[in-house]
């Protein structure tokens, strides 16, 4: 019997090129959800009901776009990563990951409550019943939105603004306005989703910078 050795060979795993835009297809996903769900829902809390019937559709095309957008902020999450390579530090990685998941997840719960109200609101016939239903999961879904995960928007972004300061590889005036707009968010206090858009705003803003920096040491590699 003859034994053949064979040899296995592995190469290393890049960063798909795709990944470069997912910032940009987040803020586009994020933003859009953002918008529908502002102009379908109310910001004054004795809005009555009638707006559920009204802005359902809205409410449901916003609910089917943030999941894609969560997973667009998850590959852009790994980009930022990759981007750190060596110059990784634990203790702000770890801020950097918790406070990103935190706040994908307190977005997702939050969309998960928008879901409940449009979903039960119609089973409801008692309408003082409806109406103090529907005021509780909308002040739920406002307080985990614009209170809790916008804090831990917040702090992803200085966990990120602080290790481009340290490590220099980011410019100095993108930290600067990471930072800026992070207090923004951090002590910001309302309870209108509009405020939320800093965040895919900013997201893009770092994503069309990392794309045009690849262009251009693509193009000085080629020279």
Known sequence: MISVDVEKKFRRLTTPRAAAVVGILFSLLFSTSLVLLSLAIPEDPAAGVDWVAAGSGKISFALRLMPFAGIAFIWFMGVMRDRMGEY????????F????????????????IAGG????????????LQSQVLYFGRAVMYQISTIYALRMAGVFMISLGTIWWRTGLMPRWLALITYLLAVTLLLVISHSLW????????????????????????IQSAG
Not at 195 to 218: C, E, G, H, Q, S
């Open 88 to 95: 990784e530090d634990r203790f702000f990685s770890a801020v």
């Open 117 to 128: 109200i449009l979903a039960t609101a119609r089973f409801i016939e008692d309408a003082t």
């Open 97 to 112: 990951y918790g406070s990103g998941l935190l706040f994908l997840a307190m977005v997702f719960v939050s969309m998960a």
């Open 195 to 218: 405020i939320m858009l800093i965040f895919p705003a900013w997201v893009a803003l770092i994503d069309v910078y990392v794309l045009l920096a690849n262009r251009k040491k693509t």
